[in-house]
């Protein structure tokens, strides 16, 4: 009879919460059993293990009753990740390996029938819960997935190519280093590898300029008051104006990431298998399609995985042909764009997930596209328009803070047209503004809520008259008047002003519309 403990992480949202595998071997007619809330591919790991064990030239208890229970037990288990754990537990229950180091270690990984390690998603986020629990443990994880926890600060991982690389580590002298030579396997030179990351600090990836754009120094500017505050952007014209290529262009207008957002939404990336080395510290473009569900954008499922707002945080959320997105999944755009975090609660769980993303959507003025258009005539009826714009409720419309119009430039203009300011330059002027609303307030603009938002704006006198006519014949809401109030606040910083000026707060009123209209 033997019991053996082995560590490993289990996903719950951004979450990885500490399994226990417990192995015991017992007399009696030949089984394995598997019990803890495992999913169906949990399961499937006893013939993965099995095969694994055997064909790395190990033994595997044929002869015995094996119970694996993954503890705790009502906590879903999903993936393979614990397929490493549960052959380490039988390998060290069956006495070919030693068992007793396995509490300075924590495993993951899936084995194919040859015994190679396979990476599993959120490694990342399995680093990050040892880094913020402040757990002192060594990470052993497959190629791919060991370079992605290793950017953690003060993580311990090793990278392991196949099954008998860990296995080498625990022997004990005698029988399982003689069984190994028997079968003529020999150590591959990388196959057991602490990782040191060669990348720690965020970069900027070069990416479409600015200055490919031409003309359109109404919405450039836009971009930029976005781009130094945080805000959101609606691009309003007809097809072809330049919609998209501003959008494209939006990411590279945003200061570099810092340590922590960089390793947040890495992790995010990683929990959903989508995070590469290459994007380290760039900061992510998202651009679902139009026909994307509420769940597509929001995410869900069981277990629940992040969706393309969360893919998005500390970055930009494109949404072109912004009216012809399913309107339930436009309306759950509302809670993220006002918290920073999405919630998604289903009767077996609940998990949460930043969402803190800049918004930048674009749409025609209506369903031909060519309201206003001084090149083609609009064959739309009003009643048409109306539907098409309603679209986009009206307490949705409250929460982008630029509403921006897009027009078409002629054919002259577009052929002379000189190459505009290019993203550097204008990137410099948004650090700027930041790092003055960092150093008055702790963050940016937008970000500013309740009293800091009296305290931070810093309204002139005049400043303050000007707002309660506006906002009262315009008919803001209070909403709405909080934020113009952060717009201005964010173009005062990109003139160097201490006080938000009455021309400040007039530039800001002309990014909002009156409600009910575009």
């Known amino acids: 009879m033997g019991l053996s403990l082995v560590?490993?992480?289990?996903?719950?949202?951004?979450?990885?919460?500490?399994?226990?595998?417990?192995?015991?071997?017992?007399?009696?007619?030949?089984?394995?059993?598997?019990?803890?809330?495992?999913?169906?591919?949990v399961k499937e790991a006893r013939e993965r293990v099995r095969c694994a064990i055997q064909n790395a030239g190990l033994t595997f208890p044929h002869n015995q009753r094996i119970t694996v229970n993954l503890a705790p037990a009502d906590l879903p288990k999903d993936s393979g990740r614990l397929d490493l754990p549960i052959a380490l537990g039988i390998l060290a229950a069956s006495g070919q390996i030693d068992g007793s180091q396995f509490a300075q270690y924590e495993f993951a990984g899936e084995l194919s029938l040859t015994g190679a390690l396979h990476p599993v998603r959120g490694?990342?986020?399995?680093?990050?819960?040892?880094?913020?629990?402040?757990?002192?443990?060594?990470?052993?994880?497959?190629?791919?997935?060991?370079?992605?926890?290793?950017?953690?600060?003060?993580?311990?991982?090793?990278?392991?190519r196949h099954l008998l690389d860990v296995v080498r580590q625990f022997v004990p002298a005698g029988a399982a280093l003689d069984a190994l030579a028997a079968n003529d396997i020999a150590p591959a030179?990388?196959?057991?590898?602490?990782?040191?990351?060669?990348?720690?600090?965020?970069?900027?990836?070069?990416?479409?300029?600015?200055?490919?754009?031409?003309?359109?120094?109404?919405?450039?500017?836009?971009?930029?008051?976005?781009?130094?505050?945080?805000?959101?952007?609606?691009?309003?014209?007809?097809?072809?104006?330049?919609?998209?290529?501003?959008?494209?262009?939006?990411?590279?207008?945003?200061?570099?990431?810092?340590?922590?957002?960089?390793?947040?939404?890495?992790?995010?990336?990683?929990?959903?298998?989508?995070?590469?080395?290459?994007?380290?510290?760039?900061?992510?473009?998202?651009s679902p399609h139009h026909s994307a569900s509420a769940v597509a954008l929001v995410g869900g499922g069981s277990p629940p995985r992040p969706g393309e707002i969360s893919l998005a945080h500390n970055g930009v959320l494109f949404l072109d042909?912004?009216?012809?997105?399913?309107?339930?999944?436009?309306?759950?755009l509302r809670e993220p764009l006002e918290t920073?975090?999405?919630?998604?609660?289903?009767?077996?769980?609940?998990?949460?997930?930043?969402?803190?993303?800049?918004l930048i959507g674009a749409m025609n003025p209506c369903p031909c596209g060519y309201l206003g258009s001084s090149a083609h005539s609009c064959r739309c009826t009003p009643d048409q328009i109306h539907r098409y714009q309603a679209k986009l409720s009206g307490p949705l419309m409250d929460r982008i803070d630029l509403h921006v119009e897009v027009p078409n430039l002629a054919h002259a203009d577009l052929l002379n047209a000189t190459a505009g300011e290019s993203t550097q330059s204008i990137r410099t002027r948004c650090d700027a503004a930041r790092a003055r609303a960092i150093e008055r307030q702790g963050s940016s603009n937008m970000a500013l809520q309740g009293q800091a938002i009296d305290q931070h704006i810093l309204l002139e006198p005049d400043a303050l008259k000007f707002l309660n006519v506006a906002a009262s014949r315009l008919g803001w809401s209070a909403r709405g008047t909080h934020r113009a109030l952060k717009v201005a606040r964010t173009i005062a910083d990109l003139a160097g002003a201490q006080y938000t000026q009455v021309a400040h707060l007039a530039e800001a009123m002309q990014y909002r519309r009156n409600p009910g209209t575009l």
């Not at 949202?13 to 007399?27: F, Q, W």
């Open 321 to 332: 042909e912004m009216p012809e997105f399913p309107r339930a999944a436009l309306e759950a």
């Open 189 to 286: 030179d990388d196959g057991w590898v602490r990782v040191v990351p060669d990348v720690l600090n965020a970069r900027t990836v070069s990416g479409p300029d600015m200055a490919d754009v031409k003309g359109q120094a109404g919405a450039k500017r836009a971009m930029e008051i976005a781009a130094a505050g945080g805000h959101s952007v609606l691009l309003v014209g007809p097809p072809g104006s330049g919609k998209s290529m501003l959008a494209q262009r939006f990411a590279g207008l945003l200061p570099a990431m810092s340590c922590d957002e960089a390793l947040q939404s890495a992790a995010i990336g990683s929990l959903s298998g989508r995070f590469a080395m290459a994007n380290w510290g760039v900061r992510p473009t998202c």
């Open 7 to 41: 560590q490993s992480r289990a996903l719950r949202g951004l979450d990885a919460a500490k399994v226990t595998v417990e192995v015991h071997l017992a007399n009696g007619l030949p089984s394995f059993t598997l019990v803890g809330l495992a999913d169906v591919e």
């Open 123 to 160: 490694a990342l986020a399995m680093a990050l819960a040892l880094h913020t629990g402040k757990v002192a443990t060594r990470l052993v994880l497959p190629p791919g997935n060991a370079e992605e926890a290793a950017l953690v600060p003060g993580s311990e991982v090793y990278r392991a």
């Open 340 to 358: 920073g975090c999405i919630t998604i609660s289903r009767a077996a769980q609940r998990a949460e997930f930043p969402a803190r993303f800049q």
